[in-house]
């Protein structure tokens, strides 16, 4: 049985926000997450692109590392140039490069990874604030007066 390209983008979503343990990071993530899809819709995929980079590191790091993935049943599925171009730091460079058709399946993998990124991170953010007063609270009724 064969997964649709949603699930392996919510899997592997998953994966990258799952080890987190601080709600600020997850929030950040989440925030990022949010903040790369506006730009990407008012400025377009590459100039995003450049500017997560630097300021959205871990929803572009994130990001990066799903258009890496050359392995066609668990990744995007994108062309071969596109995967090595994320694996070897240089995606900005071969989005630049690339023709209409080619530009426009990465931005809309882009923007689908992007969604499902913010989701499990908001998640992950629900999650870690639940768990955090309960912790709280334990530590608290363990230690004497």
Known sequence: MSISKAQKRASFAFYQIN???????????????????????????LQAMDFAKDRLKKAY???NN????????????????????????????ELAKLGKEEYRLVMQETLAFLEWLKSKAN????????KSPKTEDTEQEKQPE
């Open 66 to 93: 799903w258009l890496a993935v050359e392995d066609k049943e668990t990744g995007p599925g994108l062309p071969l140039n596109i995967t090595q171009a994320a694996q070897q730091g240089s995606i900005n460079e």
């Open 123 to 130: 998640g992950k953010k629900e999650q870690l604030s639940c």
């Open 19 to 45: 080890p987190l343990n601080d709600v600020k990071d997850a929030d950040g993530i989440k925030t990022d997450a949010a903040k790369f899809i506006s730009l990407i819709l008012n400025s377009g995929l």
């Open 61 to 63: 790091q994130c990001l």
